[in-house]
C-alpha cells in the first residue's frame, strides 16, 4: 500500500464549477498536509498547508484535513481556465521530507 | 528573482556519460531538497541537507548519485554512468521552516 493515494484523473470540469481533490494516507505519524500546484514542464508551486484537522481557507481554494479518517481535500471555488494544472497532495511527519499523491490532472474548460 | 534557481533546465546526455546538476537556494533557507519526478508520478524524495550535513538518502538514490552541498549554499547532485531508468525531472526544494519552495527542474533525458 502506497503511504498516500490520490486518483490521478483526469478531472475535466466546466469554468465556475467546485471543484474536489482527495488524497487519502496511511501512518498517522503524518502531521503536516501541503498541496501543490503544478503545470505542465513546470516546478510544483506551494498553495497551501495545514497540521490541524478542520479547513483552512484562502481565497478561492480551501483545505480540510480528517485525521481521523486520514482524509485530505482540496476545494477550488469558481474555478477558471487558469486553473487547469496538476494538483499534488504532499504530507509530511514535520519538517522533513515530503511524501506525494501521484498528482490529479485537473482541466476547467472555458 | 529571489526563488530557487536551478541549472540546466533540461540535459540530453548518452548512457553511460555522467552528468551534474545545480540547484541555488532561497538564500535564507537552511534546508536543501532533491526529489526526483518522472511522468505522471508525485515528485519522490531523493536527499536533503541542513546546511551543509546530509541528514538523509532515500534507498532511491544508488551509489552512482551523490549529492553535495559545500558550505551549506548551493547543491550539486551528480549522476555517474547514466542509464535510461535516469530519465527524469530532477526538482529541488528549499526551506527554513515546514513548507518547501521548489525550482523549476531539470529535465535530464538519457539516450
Known amino acids: 500500500q502506497k503511504e498516500v493515494e490520490q486518483d490521478p484523473g483526469p478531472l475535466s470540469v466546466p469554468e465556475g464549477a467546485i471543484v474536489s481533490l482527495n488524497c487519502t494516507y496511511s501512518?498517522?505519524?503524518?502531521?503536516?498536509f501541503m498541496w501543490y500546484r503544478q503545470y505542465s514542464r513546470k516546478g510544483p508551486e506551494l498553495l497551501m498547508y495545514?497540521?490541524?484537522?478542520g479547513n483552512k481557507e484562502d481565497g478561492r481554494f480551501t483545505a480540510q484535513v480528517d485525521k481521523s479518517s486520514k482524509y485530505i481535500s482540496l476545494f477550488i471555488r469558481d474555478s477558471q481556465p487558469s486553473d487547469s494544472a496538476t494538483y499534488l497532495c504532499?504530507?509530511?511527519?514535520?519538517?522533513?521530507?515530503?511524501?506525494f499523491g501521484t498528482g490529479t490532472r485537473l482541466t476547467i474548460i472555458p | 528573482d529571489t526563488g530557487v534557481s536551478q541549472d540546466p533546465r533540461h540535459k540530453i546526455t548518452k548512457r553511460g556519460q555522467n552528468v551534474t546538476f545545480r540547484c541555488d537556494p532561497i538564500?535564507?533557507?537552511?534546508?536543501l531538497y532533491w526529489y526526483r519526478q518522472t511522468l505522471g508520478q508525485g515528485p519522490e524524495f531523493l536527499t536533503y541537507?541542513?546546511?551543509?550535513?546530509?541528514?538523509?538518502k532515500s534507498r532511491l538514490l544508488s551509489d552512482r548519485f551523490s549529492a553535495e552541498r559545500p558550505k551549506g549554499s548551493f547543491s550539486t547532485l551528480e549522476i555517474q554512468r547514466t542509464e535510461q531508468g535516469d530519465s527524469a525531472m530532477y526538482l529541488c526544494?528549499?526551506?527554513?521552516?515546514?513548507?518547501?519552495?521548489f525550482g523549476p527542474g531539470t529535465r535530464l533525458t538519457v539516450t
Open positions: 504532499a504530507i509530511s511527519p514535520g519538517n522533513e521530507k515530503l511524501t
Open positions: 501512518n498517522s505519524a503524518f502531521q503536516y
Open positions: 495545514t497540521y490541524s484537522s
Open positions: 538564500s535564507e533557507h537552511n534546508r
Open positions: 541537507f541542513q546546511n551543509e550535513a546530509q541528514l538523509e
Open positions: 526544494a528549499s526551506s527554513r521552516g515546514l513548507e518547501q519552495y
